[in-house]
């Protein structure tokens, strides 16, 4: 075999060798229902493009039955408003789950990739009547550190009007914690 013909079949293997590491790098290593069993706290903001800003504590609790993560969030806002929003996502494959939660029209699909989480639903800022719905699209990453860091965009329609920052943490390591 020519030498050029060596270097390019050596090039070619190393091509694949790397291919096929960075698929298997994007293996599921966050798992809703590792992270959020037990108790997690967070700390978040939301900032409206109207100069609106709203800051919140959010103690979270999840339970995992074999198929479903039950999510008890207690909102804690700096204005003293305090609201219990409940989330259950289904597993339905590896990465892939359906978000429900009462204040949510249809579903969340959530798709994990590796260390991020991305899913986009809408949601009645007036829960109790049905109204004011809006999209969020959030993208979740795992962090080295082991928290967790969600960014969402709010949109109206097809203009973005918000935006969302949370920081998880599992409740042991809640010291880690860095407020938006």
């Known amino acids: 075999m020519p030498a050029s ?7 070619l293997l190393a091509a694949f060798a790397l291919l096929f590491a960075t698929a298997a790098s994007a293996k599921e290593t ?3 229902e590792e992270y959020f069993l037990g108790k997690t706290v967070a700390y978040g903001k939301f900032s409206a493009i109207n ?3 709203r800051t919140f504590k959010v103690d979270l609790r999840g339970t995992w039955n074999g198929k479903t993560l039950k999510l008890i969030e207690d909102f804690a806002y700096d204005d003293g408003v305090n609201e219990r929003k409940i989330w259950y996502f ?5 990465g892939r789950y359906i978000g429900k939660r009462d204040d949510v029209e249809g579903v969340a699909n959530v798709r994990i990739r590796g260390n991020t989480a991305r899913y986009s639903y809408k949601l009645y800022l007036d829960a109790k009547n049905r109204s004011n719905l809006v999209r969020l699209r959030d993208k979740m990453v795992l962090l080295p550190d082991g928290t967790v860091r969600n960014t969402a965009t709010v949109f109206k329609g097809i203009l973005p009007v918000g935006r969302v920052v949370v920081n998880f943490a599992r409740a042991k390591d809640a010291h880690k914690l860095k407020r938006p």
Do not use: L
């Not at 013909?5 to 090039?11: G, L, N, V, Y």
């Not at 289904?90 to 590896?94: C, D, H, L, R």
């Open 51 to 53: 100069g609106v800003k």
């Open 5 to 11: 013909m060596t270097k390019f079949a050596i090039r």
């Open 90 to 94: 289904t597993k339905i494959g590896p």
């Open 30 to 32: 966050f798992k809703f």
